[in-house]
């Protein structure tokens, strides 16, 4: 059995998977936590976790005249300055089997939460690049391909890329990480070293790194070419040509509600309710608002938002937020609604069909859940 080193994990976590292990936290932990304990922290594997020996450990890196340079775990720690760095991790899946309830689609059933926070320290990947001879801009650099120590039966391995033009830049802060809050990352998290690419598709943060190359191709994995992708609901398994959507990097706006849960029940006694939720948007864009409804979509309230500071355009992290309101008079059902707003004015679209694609990707309208208040 391949898995049969695979790290104990939380036994309150929902497993969708067990062989691969894919599993996510009960919602309301999320929003307990601005930082997601790494227990709790959603696991998204699509092989074995690797057994690597950090000792034995190298990152190979493929320089720009076809030379290629080794680093130990140990060159990475201390050849370069320690940078930490706070940033959600979502899934492209995230949220879903509220497509799957549309019309079905391909791929593990996620609810609400294959999103999660955490402050990763390691490397900057701009130095590492830098100190393996690259520059800023290189005819020929137009990707970092990034592969997995995680292989199939056949000796595959996952492999993504991300745009040269952010792996270098300053701005972007992408990491080889080694330390997950604060710890030695986790066998599940990619030990001893994983890719995080702030504001970037979970897909492109590669775990148990083991090797990086730059060329003018993107990552010919299968998981870049012919997996998280973005269709229109019009195509179908029989229609689609991947080679014509972009792989999806940077996320679109995102909110769900963590409590109460769909079919909760309150009592009318109760005078109050507590709405509660995550925010986050891809690409940096930070969350300046999220709107509840607690009857269907006629009234809006703001929630009050909750978070770090971050600077401006660079906002990797996700912002929790709060409605606290009166129970509305005689009222024998709640429809609770969220939506959220980034600093570009995107939002968020009101409900799933429009958005359908046949692999489940990319879901995030309004976020809805039912409640029944009983007098
Ligand atoms: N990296 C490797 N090597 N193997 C994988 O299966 N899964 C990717 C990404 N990096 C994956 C990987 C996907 S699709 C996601 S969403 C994130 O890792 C999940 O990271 P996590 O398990 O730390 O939450
Ligand atoms: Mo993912």
Redesign the pocket.
């Known amino acids: 059995d391949p898995y049969s080193r695979d790290p104990q994990r939380h036994p309150a976590l929902s497993v969708n998977s067990l062989k691969?292990f894919n599993a996510e936290p009960p919602a309301e932990i999320l929003s307990e936590n601005f930082i997601t304990p790494n227990e709790f922290?959603?696991?998204?594997?699509?092989?074995p976790v690797p057994d690597i020996d950090a000792s034995s450990y190298k990152l190979q890196i493929e320089g720009p005249r076809g030379q290629s340079i080794a680093l130990t775990l140990a060159d990475l720690k201390t050849k370069f300055p320690k940078h930490e760095v706070t940033a959600t991790?979502?899934?492209?899946g995230n949220r879903r089997s509220e497509m799957n309830a549309v019309k079905q689609v391909k791929g593990l059933g996620w609810g609400i939460a294959?999103i999660?926070n955490a402050t990763w320290g390691g490397a900057r990947l701009r130095d590492v690049l830098l100190e393996a001879g690259f520059k800023d801009e290189m005819e020929g650099a137009e990707h970092v391909c990034f592969e997995?120590?995680?292989k199939d039966l056949t000796g595959t391995?996952?492999g993504?890329s991300i745009p040269f033009s952010v792996a270098i830049s300053p701005e972007h802060e992408v990491l080889l990480a080694y330390e997950m809050n604060g710890q030695v990352l986790p066998h599940?998290?990619?030990f001893p070293i994983?890719v995080v690419v702030p504001g970037v598709?979970?897909?492109?943060?590669?775990?148990?790194?083991g090797k990086l190359s730059v060329g003018p191709e993107e990552s010919q994995s299968h998981?870049q070419q012919n997996d998280?992708k973005g269709f229109s609901p019009s195509v179908d398994w029989d229609t689609v040509d991947f080679k014509t959507s972009p792989a999806i990097q940077e996320l679109p706006i995102q909110s769900a509600i963590t409590e109460p849960k769909n079919g909760d029940v309150m009592t009318g006694d109760q005078n109050n309710i507590t709405v509660k939720g995550y925010a986050w948007s891809g690409g940096g864009r930070e969350v300046v608002r999220v709107d509840v409804s607690l009857d269907g979509g006629q009234s809006w309230q703001v929630a009050h938002l909750s978070g770090q500071k971050q600077k401006s355009g660079r906002a990797w992290a996700w912002k929790l937020w709060e409605l606290r309101a009166p129970l509305p008079d005689k009222v024998s059902e709640l429809n609770i609604i969220c939506k959220a707003v980034d600093s570009s004015y995107n939002v968020q679209p009101d409900t799933v069909a429009p958005i359908w694609n046949l692999r489940g990707v990319l879901s995030n309208a309004w976020h809805r859940v039912h409640v029944t208040v009983r007098s």
């Open positions: 691969p922290f959603f696991k998204r594997n699509h092989l991790l979502q899934c492209a294959a999660s997995g120590l995680d391995a996952y993504a599940d998290h990619g994983r598709v979970g897909a492109r943060n590669v775990k148990w790194l998981w998280y």
